[in-house]
């Protein structure tokens, strides 16, 4: 099972609500990645927690908050986001990051479509 | 020294021709090259994928070129079908902090006609 379970899969939401994105994964993977995507644009790395502790934060505003309450499951918080902020977020997870990890597959959730008004 | 480029930003194929989409790299660190392959409203899907000891890497009708020296590597969709018609990204990664950093290139929208 190479599966990466994402919840929900739309949100709207306005610019003073506080609301959250889910990840899930089984394959027993110890990395899990937060991507931002917008249109016609590649993904674009926000956070990777490795072993359950947030290793890269790519200088996200803080109104998103990563949080991995365990191997399997990856949140992430939102609050009093921008319009600019509405794309579509990604989860990704990967074996290991240890160990030749740059040889790793990272795997792809469908993704969650956001919108903010 | 993190960017990865890749060209063409959009390619139309007729059915049954050969798809060719080009990346190159600069940071040597790299040392793992994924294509993914994404369709509307999904997530991207790991493709195929190859190491820097290996020249080519061949899975059903998709191969990976890929030339060390001149720090470049492509995809080829042999007998291109309208199935294929989705947006694909070229991938670098390196083992960074624990996980795997992947570096985009910019993505191809290919278009196969029937």
């Known amino acids: 099972d190479t599966e990466v379970t994402q919840t929900p899969k739309h949100l709207v939401m306005g610019m003073t609500n506080k609301k959250s994105l889910k990840c899930e994964q089984h394959?027993?993977?110890?990395?899990m990645y937060w991507y931002k995507q917008k249109a016609k644009k590649p993904p674009e790395l926000m956070f990777v927690y490795s072993y359950e502790k947030l290793s890269i934060n790519e200088s996200v505003p803080s109104r998103f908050s990563p949080e991995c309450p365990n191997s399997s499951l990856l949140n992430l918080h939102l609050h009093a986001l921008q319009p600019e902020d509405s794309a579509l977020y990604l989860c990704?997870?990967?074996?290991?990051?240890?160990?030749?990890?740059?040889?790793?597959?990272?795997?792809f959730g469908p993704g969650t479509r956001l919108t903010v008004l | 020294q993190q960017q990865v480029k890749q060209s063409p930003q959009s390619l139309i194929v007729q059915k049954g021709g050969i798809s060719i989409i080009n990346c190159a790299y600069e940071?040597?660190?790299?040392?793992?090259f994924p294509w993914y392959q994404q369709f509307p409203g999904k997530g991207p899907a790991l493709l195929i994928a190859?190491?820097?000891?290996?020249s080519e890497k061949k899975e059903g009708r998709f191969t990976i070129s890929f030339n060390k020296s001149a720090k470049q590597f492509s995809l080829h969709i042999m007998d291109s079908q309208p199935g294929d018609s989705a947006t694909y990204f070229c991938a670098a990664s390196r083992a960074i902090q624990g996980a795997q950093k992947l570096v985009f290139g910019q993505g191809t929208r290919l278009t196969i006609n029937p």
């Open positions: 394959m027993g993977h110890r990395a």
């Open positions: 190859i190491r820097p000891d290996v």
């Open positions: 940071n040597t660190a790299f040392d793992y």
């Open positions: 990704a997870s990967s074996r290991s990051g240890l160990a030749g990890g740059g040889t790793d597959t990272q795997y």
